[in-house]
């Protein structure tokens, strides 16, 4: 009765804490995109998609350490298991809850990526102010969103059909093959199609953590020790400019005060003159509404905090770069190699982020709270580096990321962006912490000879972490480990992937650390805004 009581106690704290966790990331949402969503030009359906996307995202962060956690608390600290946890059925149920959790949110995810975020899309770009007919803008935006819906379904076919283990007899006829093929879907529940699926689209997000989030792990914490430039010298500056365009004009024009006209260059030269005197006028305003801000006041106030914190972030940023260098190190010399996907049973190389996940053990719930602080870092870096680099395709700078300024498609862009970079995020720190993230904080007892041994009695149990030499019945490997594993040629094409993402890290690093201070309206002022932006800037910096 006691142990039933104490699993309900459990249990219902868990729920409590994941409802508490819920209510904290939807609020983060809303603020997050309300923050960016452009005012002129925001759209009911499109900001509660973009809010529940990014909800979506972080929820699927969030899980890979309470799969952690529940393998870990399953053990007491000698190494036996704790009486609700003794059973193998009971154990059993736990895992393929979690592992129907990963389901259901990576389902979630596909549905959003290939049919309702470009549903959603594709009916605003159809929108337009004499168009009326809402039933029509649905249908052109359901015409499109058919191509992705055709990619989703190849890809779970792919996954369903292709069979991870190869036919028992090579001799086999037609019929049996296709047999075969059917036992192994039936077998499986269709899941392995959604694990081919999620693994294709994980290839995406591993593009866009190389591109995003090793940029923004680089920028975000040299900006925030950089600080930015002096709002008064950036006037003054301004200032400056303005009259020398005003005087370039005023020569140009000065050729025809006596009625001959001016020849086709210096018409193309008064045309991009004006033009850049229109961009620095309205860089003026934005830097007087900027002086008399008190964000900027508050944030001149901070700066100390924000050195602190530019400090902190540069050195968890090279604890992760020294630690997937090592791991992946680790792979490149002791595992199969490129047949088995690198894949290896725990760890031969110190690896320094491995090492103080498992020293923090002993201190409940250090090491729940790191690798938590570790998932989030990684998708608040993303976000960083899409704000500061915006959405590109290839060289085409597609959309930017601006405080009440950021449009619709942009949002709708940003949140699939970073769905696509969760789900390669649990690689990631199965990369930096390949052994915690494998077995958690368990402990397994192990037999060796008595040194000094009793009669009757010539064995002795010690206590051991669990690792890849530990009795499959003693330690528990999470269900995110086994989901990354699933098909080899992507943990080997997830190994390169790793490289790539240290040396774009590198020369981002390189670079941020070459570039000056930045603007305090960094971004907010562009030839090509529209004049309804400033009024825009200056409600989101009226206090």
């Known amino acids: 009765f006691l ?57 699927t962060s969030a899980l890979l350490p309470v799969d952690i956690f529940l393998v870990s608390f399953m053990k007491y600290p000698n190494g036996t298991y704790k009486d609700w946890a003794a059973s193998n059925e009971t154990r059993r149920q736990i895992e393929d809850t979690v592992l129907y959790g990963y389901y259901t949110l990576y389902s979630i995810i596909l549905f959003c990526v290939f049919f309702w975020i470009p549903f959603v899309y594709f009916y605003y770009e159809e929108k337009d102010e004499d168009n009326v007919n809402k039933c029509s803008q649905a249908k052109n935006a359901l015409k499109y969103t058919v191509g992705f819906v055709v990619v989703c379904a190849a890809l779970l076919l792919i ?40 693994s294709s689209l994980t290839l ?29 010298y950036e ?53 007087e509404i900027a ?54 049973f725990g760890t031969n190389l110190t690896n320094p982020l491995n090492e103080l996940l498992l020293a923090l053990q002993p201190v409940f719930p250090l090491d729940y709270v790191l690798i938590t602080v570790i998932t989030m870092y990684f998708v608040f870096t993303s976000m960083a580096g899409i704000r500061n680099m915006g959405i590109w395709f290839f060289w ?23 769905l696509l970079i969760v789900l390669h995020t649990s690689y990631m720190i199965y990369s930096l912490a390949p052994q915690y993230v494998m077995y958690g904080s368990q402990k397994y007892l192990l037999q060796v000879r008595a040194l000094d041994p009793s009669p009757g009695n010539q064995t002795a149990s010690t206590t051991k972490i669990c690792d890849a030499d530990a009795p499959e019945d003693q330690c528990t490997v999470t269900r995110s480990y086994l989901f990354l594993h699933k098909f080899w040629f992507f943990s080997t094409i997830y190994y390169f992937g790793n490289w790539a993402f240290l040396a774009v890290f590198l020369i981002g690093l390189v670079v941020s650390c070459c570039r000056g201070k930045k603007s305090v309206i960094e971004g907010e002022v562009e030839a090509d805004d529209s004049d309804f932006s400033d009024d825009e800037y200056e409600s989101y910096h009226h206090c």
């Open 3 to 59: 142990t039933n009581m104490t699993q309900k106690v459990h249990y219902f704290w868990l729920f409590d804490l994941s409802k508490l966790c819920q209510t904290v990331i939807l609020a983060f949402c809303w603020v997050y995109i309300r923050k960016y969503q452009s005012r002129q030009e925001s759209e009911v359906i499109s900001t509660i998609t973009a809010i529940c996307a990014l909800a979506i995202a972080l929820i």
């Open 396 to 418: 085409i700078r597609l959309y930017k990321i601006r405080p009440q300024r950021t449009r619709p498609q942009a949002l709708l862009f940003l949140c699939m962006i970073l």
């Open 291 to 344: 002086e008399r801000s008190c964000c900027t006041k508050v944030g001149s106030a901070l700066r100390p905090l924000k050195i602190l914190l530019g400090v902190f972030f540069i050195l968890v940023a090279l604890l992760f770069t020294v630690a997937l260098f090592i791991s992946n190190l680790d792979k490149a010399l002791h595992s199969a190699g490129i047949s088995t996907g690198f894949i290896i």
């Open 159 to 198: 996954g369903a059909f292709v069979p991870l283990q190869p036919p028992p007899s090579q001799n086999s006829t037609q019929w049996e093959k296709v047999k075969y093929l059917f036992e192994e879907l039936g077998s499986s529940n269709g899941l392995d199609a959604l694990s081919f699926s999620i």
């Open 204 to 232: 995406i997000g591993m593009l866009a953590v190389i591109t995003y989030t090793a940029y923004g792990m680089s920028v975000l914490p040299l900006n925030l020790i950089k600080g930015t430039r002096s709002v008064l």
């Open 235 to 287: 006037r003054l500056e301004n200032t400056e400019d303005v009259e020398e365009v005003e005087q370039q004009i005023a020569k140009i024009k000065a050729k025809c005060e006596d009625g001959r006209p001016l020849s086709l260059r210096d018409r193309r030269n008064l045309q991009e003159l004006e033009a850049k005197l229109q961009t620095l006028r309205r860089r003026g305003r934005h830097l």
